[in-house]
């Protein structure tokens, strides 16, 4: 009888739980064609959760044939850091550098459709609920990031079909694919 050794290989790689929403957002805006002057302004907001989403889709000839989608939600936040603490590790199956597969995959097939098309890949941010609940703040956080208050993305060629997901073991979080 011949004896197999077998190894298992472990590690855990924590972090904030800001630090995995930033570095999602991040991964977004990195798809886009956003400059990293901007993204820099952005990511600042996301620390001081001014914004509650950001998306990337492709557009054609002034519509929208694709979007994803991550949102998170503040409130929901703050009760998961009640509940397991401001660390969350990222060291789950799939996630790589601190990104979930839920929204890494979904991203990069987006970015993939793009290319196959020859579309630029575009972005959105959408401003927290808090942010939009005041309506000087939201126009003075719009102007500090360099969106106009009240801007709009493209209309959808086609109504869109959405599916959404919660990212796993992020409970705040969540990934939402729209296509036409």
């Not at 298992?8 to 924590?14: C, D, L, R």
């Not at 509650?52 to 989608?69: H, P, Q, T």
């Not at 996630?95 to 993939?112: N, T």
Request: overall charge negative; some cysteine; aromatic content about 10%.
């Amino acid at each position: 009888m011949i004896a197999i050794k077998t190894y298992t290989k472990s590690y855990s790689y924590t972090r904030t739980r800001i630090g995995i929403i930033d570095d999602h957002f991040e991964m977004f805006l990195k798809c886009s064609d956003i400059s990293k002057h901007d993204s820099k302004l952005l990511l600042e907001a996301v620390e001081r959760k001014e914004l509650s989403a950001v998306g990337i889709y492709i557009e054609d000839g002034g519509y929208r044939l694709a979007e994803v989608e991550f949102e998170i939600d503040w409130d929901e936040h703050e009760r998961m850091i009640g509940i397991e603490g401001v660390y969350f590790d990222a060291g789950q199956p799939g996630w790589e550098e601190g990104i979930s597969p839920e929204a890494y995959v979904s991203a990069q097939r987006l970015v993939k459709a793009a290319r196959e098309v020859n579309k630029p890949v575009c972005s959105w941010i959408r401003v927290s609920p808090e942010v939009r609940s005041d309506a000087d703040r939201h126009k003075a956080v719009c102007d500090k990031l360099g969106y106009s208050y009240g801007s709009t993305v493209p209309e959808w060629k086609n109504p869109p079909r959405e599916v959404g997901r919660r990212v796993n073991g992020l409970q705040e979080a969540k990934v939402i694919r729209r296509s036409s």
